[in-house]
């Protein structure tokens, strides 16, 4: 699998997730730096979770402007997979690749603590790896994770498969229908407020977040 | 001065030309702090009436923040050496060495008076002070702890100070991704009109890359970086500023604004320019700016310094050299680069966005000279702003030893412990901290192993490698208070104690000294006191003091805070696998108390403060020796596998602790211990040196402590849904977490 992790100013979860791709799928992703302008021959593009330009105006509106942003959309409409984690996914709002938005947390704070995600749909390459309903655990860390979507979208999103997971049973910041992750209609685009790259193993204290890089590695290579 | 960042702030002008400087009287020096026998000194020393520009420097170079004139007497007896000490106090940080070529590189800081201040820049700022501290030196920062103490919980300001510091030091340190794993908060009304906020950052280096302040090189550039300059900050907040403008602007506040995002620029771009051989010297402008930065830098060299401010970024136009100098605008830093590196340095800068620009240069005069619009501000030599500052030997008393405690209350059998549990629980001190914890993240860099609440240090992994540092902040101010030789060495103790639970061998500490007003002999009499204990216990304990901070004058009218001298303490575990957590894990396994068998230590308990409305008696004596003894031991028990979780008794005794590993754990406890035992001393005094630990293997346990000279005995095992206490009392986990949890959100969502 031939992964890249674009790197913002302000990114600091890119060095995490590139960790577990390498050691997950045994090949370290390219680093791209977000003034560039292309990418070369991909097949999955990681948003890594931070505080892309600080966050400034709105969490990942600037980074959804940036230069290398052009050619993940293209890359997108190509087919490449793309992941968005936390700050990532709000890149994903943002940028029109996923639909809705995230807004400050129900309780106006910053949250950090693992919790439970009922996977949705695993009929993608990234959430194969799991049974659909199945209860995983995951960290989460974010102040702006309340994922709000208009109805008409949230019945499409529904109706078409596209949650990838809901928390189950704690949901840290209030969002609609208890939303942690959704895909784009084909279901090659993932955004989500955990963090995957925070589980991978056992010094973590928890490995449910290994399955997804395990799965990409399978399906695309 | 290019390559600024896009959008940074242009601030409103209201005055573009400097002000004219003002005349240097003697009431304007008597303004800036300086004593008459300074103020005499600085005139000798120049054989001239001091500038504006000059006044300004020299006072804040021997501002007790900057000179430690009235503690240097003191921390000097503190033991800073062994052969694992790279770099000892005097640089931005220690350094030690961790073996395999790594250093961790550590201290810790105060920023109590911005903070009461206003709550969310003041304790921001200080995280990206303390933060610069470290990564100034190579080391890239692995982890930020915190030590917070505040009024009590009805005083009308706490609420908003609680939740201002706590969101300021989450909104820097998460965005700068280094994650806050571990602190401390406590609650006392000494804390009311000056709370604490005590930062420390962790940081690891290439043990052969360290980077030092001592500029060298005749003709080198002298070259700044990071954000623009501004009128914040200005000489903190000793001058009264109205008395010196010269028109209607008023001064920007004396609190400094942070930017975190600058800030995780900045980690990056002077960690990649310092894998180049392009710095051969480097120094944050944290407190008075470039003031410091640039005569510490030069001084340290043995050699001179010459700025052109005319060529410093700035934020706004206008700016006097006084404001240039003393502006404590965040997020910058001062560099000494070899000769023709400076295109590096600029190549790097520009791709992260940040200003950098070229301001001065070293020379062999051995003085400060300061340029603006082409006239020299400021001529000084150098050295007697660094060697000749002013120390003092203040005069000091010894507090007279408290009265002992009427041995009554500890022997006094309690009817109801689950009761006295509960309450406690609930206790502001001893409640649950989630709701401060879960506002930081802790995990960013995905090597937290344990991060808050998990265990009596956080332990951090060293990236790539089998290892893991552990660390901890501790004090017991009440101790402290009631006896500072006591409370000094129980600090050192504690924070020792805490690495040893985990697993961890301890290798050195940091301190914070925040105390009242020296120039009283009592409060000199806490600080020397606490030194003196502080000094014992690290010298017992093998742990070096390799850096620090002194924050005195913590009084509002004429009423000093607690004596309260931080610890911070580092630790090397060799494998993370074996760090130990304090959540029971197992049921069916045998709980079993390590250490001081003593018949209950009830003297300056909380037990005492919350039951017995006293804060009386002698604090629990530290036996340095048990202590010692004990901890080895713990190492190596956690070593060989054969207790699965650990945690040392402290504030609340045995019975808080035991509830604290099994809510940790939710996993319950029946106590098998004889009636005799039911009292408030044996439950919960805060007798030292001990240990609970839960154990599969108790006869191995109890071997290896009696082998070792340890008293080591089962209270009791693991199971159930309920802590029970012998026959006594049985009271469910879920109620303890409820009152547990619960206190500090409600209290937080009070109005």
Known sequence: MRAAVIVFPGSNCDRDVAVALERICGRAPARVWHRDRTLPALDLIVLPGGFSYGDYLRAGAIAARAPILGAVIDAAARGVRVLGICNGFQMLTECGLLPGALLRNRGLKFVCRTVGLAVGATDSAFTAGWRAGQVIRLPVSHADGNYVVEPETLVALEGEGRIAFRYAGDNPNGSTGDIAGVFNPARTVLGLMPHPERAIEPAHGGTDGAAMFRTLAAALT | ?751
């Open chain 2, 1 to 751: 001065m290019t390559g600024d960042r896009t959008g940074q702030g242009t601030a409103a002008m209201t005055r573009t030309k400097p002000a004219e400087d003002p005349t240097v009287t003697a009431a304007l020096v008597a303004e800036h702090g300086l004593a008459a026998d300074e103020a005499v000194r600085l005139d000798a020393m120049l054989g001239r009436t001091a500038s504006w520009t000059e006044l300004g420097i020299v006072s804040a170079m021997w501002s007790e923040h900057c000179s430690y004139k009235s503690s240097k007497r003191w921390l000097k007896t503190l033991p800073t050496t062994a052969p694992w000490v790279i770099c000892g106090p005097g640089e931005n940080a220690g350094v030690i060495d961790l073996g395999d070529g790594l250093a961790a590189v550590f201290k810790m800081e105060s920023h109590n008076h911005p903070s009461f201040i206003e709550p969310y820049q003041g304790a921001a700022t200080g995280v990206g002070g303390i933060l610069r501290d470290v990564f100034t030196m190579g080391a890239r920062p692995v982890a930020n702890l915190n030590f917070l103490r505040f009024g009590r919980p009805e005083h009308p300001k706490t609420r908003h100070l609680v939740a201002g510091v706590v969101a300021g030091i989450g909104g820097y340190g998460n965005c700068v991704g280094v994650p806050t794993v571990g602190g401390a908060t406590g609650f006392d009304p000494a804390y009311d009109g000056n709370i604490l906020v005590n930062a420390m950052t962790v940081g690891v280096a290439d043990a052969n890359r360290i980077f030092y302040s001592a500029a060298a090189g005749v003709g080198n550039p002298v070259v700044y970086v990071g954000a623009r300059t501004g009128r914040d900050g200005i000489h903190g907040a000793t001058m009264a500023s109205a008395e010196f403008s010269e028109d209607a602007e008023a001064k920007r506040p004396t609190v400094q604004v942070g930017d975190p995002f600058t800030e995780k620029l900045l980690i990056e771009a002077c960690l990649e320019l310092m894998a180049t051989d392009a710095i051969v010297a480097i120094q944050d402008m944290g407190a008075a700016g470039l003031t410091s930065s640039a005569v510490e830098m030069a001084g340290k060299g043995g050699l001179g310094i010459e700025l052109d401010l005319d060529l410093v970024p700035t934020r706004e136009p206008g700016m006097t050299a006084y404001e240039l100098m003393l502006s404590e605008s965040q997020e910058r830093m001062l560099m000494v680069l070899a000769p023709d590196r400076a295109p590096t340095a600029r190549a790097i800068f520009e791709k992260w966005g940040l200003a950098v620009a070229e301001i001065g240069r070293l020379t062999d005069t051995g003085r400060l000279i300061v340029r603006r619009g082409g006239a020299v501000k400021a001529d000084l030599e150098l050295a007697p702003l660094v060697n000749e500052a002013p120390l003092y030997d203040r005069p000091w008393v010894r507090p007279p030893p408290p009265a002992p405690l009427d041995p009554g209350h500890a022997d006094r059998p309690l009817a109801d412990p689950a009761a006295a549990l509960s309450r406690l629980l609930a206790d502001p001190d001893l409640a649950s901290k989630r709701w401060i914890w879960e506002q930081y993240d802790s995990q960013v860099g995905a090597d937290t192993v344990i991060g808050p609440g998990g265990a009596d240090a956080a332990v951090v992994r060293l990236h790539g490698t089998q290892r893991a540092l552990a660390m901890t902040t501790d004090c017991t101010p009440r101790y402290c208070a009631a006896d500072p030789e006591t409370g000094g060495r129980q600090a050192v103790a504690e924070a020792w104690r805490n690495l040893c639970a985990v697993g961890a061998r301890p290798l050195a500490v940091t301190d914070n000294l925040n105390f009242g007003n020296p120039e009283k002999p009592e409060i000199m009499g806490q600080l020397v006191g606490c030194i003196q204990g502080m000094a014992e216990a690290c010298r017992a304990l093998d742990l070096p003091v390799v850096s620090g901070n002194v924050s005195l004058y913590n009084e509002t009218d004429g009423r000093a805070i607690l004596p309260t001298p931080t610890i911070g303490a580092v630790g090397l575990i060799d494998d993370w696998a074996l760090a130990t957590g304090l959540a029971l894990t197992r049921a069916d396994a045998t709980v079993l108390l390590v250490g001081g068998t003593g018949p209950g230590h009830l003297g300056q308990s909380l037990y005492l403060r919350v039951f017995g409305g006293l804060t009386a008696g002698p604090p629990p004596p530290v036996d340095l020796a048990a202590e010692r003894r004990a901890g080895e031991l713990i190492r190596t028990l956690i070593a060989a596998r054969h207790i699965s979780a650990c945690h040392d008794l402290s504030d609340g005794g045995l019975l808080v602790a035991l509830a604290e590993m099994a809510l940790a754990g939710d996993l319950g406890v029946t106590l098998a211990l004889p009636a005799s035992d039911l009292t408030a001393g044996r439950l919960f005094g805060e007798d030292q040196g001990r240990y609970l630990v839960e154990t599969a293997a108790p006869d191995a346990v109890l071997a290896a402590a009696a082998a070792a000279g340890v008293p080591a005995r089962p209270l009791g095992r693991t199971g159930g849904t309920a802590l029970t206490i012998g026959d006594a009392a049985r009271v469910p986990l879920a109620d303890l977490r409820a009152l547990h949890e619960g206190w500090l959100p409600a209290w937080i969502k009070a109005t």
